[in-house]
């Protein structure tokens, strides 16, 4: 056996066979809710009565951003990668421990780290795919609403998010090869992401926060970008989820290379 | 050289020496049956042939290819079947053959024709498009063959491949691993059902804490030991080893 491994194509089917699946349909309603509220639902939500509503009048002190703050900076589209995100990757290596695959799968002439890879850039692919497929169809649902929005500042502030998409998916691949439960390791992911993201969006609220603030990329972030939507973030927003993120990607890796299976 | 050479081999878990300077050759075209008890280094053996377990010291080579250092151009000549191992369950036979195929460097056309021709082989084709989860441990056992067999790999690593069969499957497992020796491939299989080694192999290998003590063809070794069957060689071997 000569040939070489046909990476674009292992990973395409892996990619599928996230998109289409349960965690594929979770994570794609979770995009759809989130257009729907962008678009639709801004009104209602941001009234005084409601979640969104409360945490719009508490930390956002730029009323004219108001759709800025619910969509991108507040909570909907944050949240929504921050939860989507990790469903594509929380198992993908302690689920092919536990469920014993491993041992098949890298028996293939495929080194560790190209594993490693064909999973990360497979789970980033189908959050990609469903991320933007609701995103850039639901633009021409929000910005009727939205009449300020132009649709290169959507589009790069939604790269961003998908950015810290990306920052999420290595986080949660190094749980996911440190861990040797699937339980654990979908905790942990989803835990550490609210420790994360968490102090940042209540940073204002005590001292304590404002400290732990500054484990978060989002409070070096803010040094380095624009909050005003009809520009759209800067790239030192992106070159810094990416810096934050490679050092995950990186300790993953290495974690994994040197392992007894 | 042999189609597996291994000189020197040593793994060292935490407390435990799996492996304390393992020698063994497997001349191309041979079945091997590699005995020994439970804990003896059977599967860390296999392990480290593949790359999922990295050896401490010492030398593996699989057709002249170091295993060690080159495992991707290594495994390139290898099916491995774990001792225990799974499957996607919601997939069908063939969609994780090709999966597997297309991840050993084949190409979609060729994993396909080589499905129908192993599937033939090994009595799977009437479940090739049912869902794994639906087929019994026989049949699963049969995916697990065919996944190691799809690149047509001139080396097969099989650890305890007949163990929790039936008489029936344990046959058809044997006869296929003869099969395979019959056509030039070399077969290492690790077990301790001595009675399948007495069937199919060629030369018989018996290790013991993480040493080889005993080797040759089965007929070899009964007169060497005086012994009725292997199963009493290798109990002289084991308790004196």
């Given at each position: 056996m000569d040939s070489k491994v046909n990476f674009p194509v292992i990973v395409w089917k892996r990619t599928m066979n996230l998109i289409f699946s349960i965690r594929g349909l979770i994570a794609l309603l979770m995009s759809i809710y989130m257009v729907i509220a962008g678009a639709y639902l801004i009104d209602v939500l941001m009234e005084s009565s409601t979640v969104y509503g409360e945490l719009i009048t508490l930390f956002?002190?730029?009323?004219?951003m108001q759709f800025q703050w619910f969509f991108f900076d507040g909570a909907l589209m944050k949240l929504v990668t921050i939860f989507t995100a990790p469903l594509f990757i929380f198992d993908a290596v302690s689920g092919d421990k536990k469920g014993e695959r491993i041992g098949i799968l890298l028996s293939r002439p495929i080194t560790r780290t190209q594993y490693m890879l064909i999973n990360l850039v497979s789970a980033t692919l189908a959050f990609g795919i469903l991320f933007f497929g609701t995103l850039i169809p639901g633009y021409f649902a929000i910005q009727p609403q939205v009449p300020e929005l132009t649709a290169g500042a959507y589009l790069a502030t939604c790269s961003l998010m998908f950015l810290l998409g990306f920052f999420v998916l290595c986080v949660a691949l190094l749980i996911s090869t440190i861990s040797k439960s699937n339980l654990i390791s979908f905790i942990i992911a989803f835990g550490m992401f609210s420790f994360l993201m968490l102090p940042n969006a209540v940073k204002y609220n005590s001292d304590a926060f404002m400290s732990l603030s500054k484990i978060t990329p989002h409070y070096y972030a803010s040094y380095f970008t624009t909050h005003d939507i009809t520009a759209g973030y800067f790239v030192g927003y992106a070159v810094i989820i990416v810096l934050f993120a490679l050092p995950f990607l990186a300790l993953a890796i290495m974690k994994f290379r040197n392992e007894d299976l | 050289m042999g189609a597996i050479d291994i000189r020197g081999l040593k793994k060292d878990y935490k407390d435990v020496?799996?492996?304390?300077g393992l020698d063994l050759s497997v001349e191309a075209g041979q079945v091997y049956g590699f005995c020994g008890p439970n804990g003896a280094g059977k599967s860390t053996t296999l392990k480290i042939l593949v790359g999922l377990v990295f050896a401490t010291g010492g030398e593996a080579s699989l057709k002249g290819i170091d295993a060690i250092n080159n495992g991707v151009e290594a495994r390139k000549h290898i099916g491995y079947l774990p001792e225990s191992y799974g499957m996607?369950?919601?997939?069908t036979p063939r969609k994780f053959l090709t999966y597997m195929g297309i991840l050993s460097g084949m190409s979609k056309d060729v994993v396909s024709k080589r499905i129908e021709e192993i599937a033939k082989e090994i009595n799977l084709t009437d479940n090739l498009?049912?869902?794994?989860?639906?087929?019994?441990k026989g049949n699963k056992q049969r995916i697990g063959i065919a996944q190691a067999l799809i690149h047509d790999p001139d080396i097969l690593l099989f650890d305890?491949?007949?163990?929790?069969?039936d008489p029936l499957g344990r046959n058809e497992v044997l006869d296929a691993m003869k099969a395979f020796a019959n056509r030039g491939k070399t077969v290492l299989f690790s077990t301790h059902i001595l009675s399948d080694v007495e069937k199919i192999c060629d030369t018989v290998g018996i290790i013991h804490n993480g040493l080889l003590i005993e080797q040759g063809s089965p007929e070899e070794l009964r007169k060497k030991h005086g012994a009725k069957d292997l199963d009493e060689v290798f109990l002289k071997v084991a308790k004196h080893g």
């Open positions: 956002n002190n730029r009323p004219d | 020496q799996a492996l304390r996607p369950n919601s997939d498009d049912r869902k794994i989860k639906t087929l019994s305890e491949p007949t163990t929790g069969l």
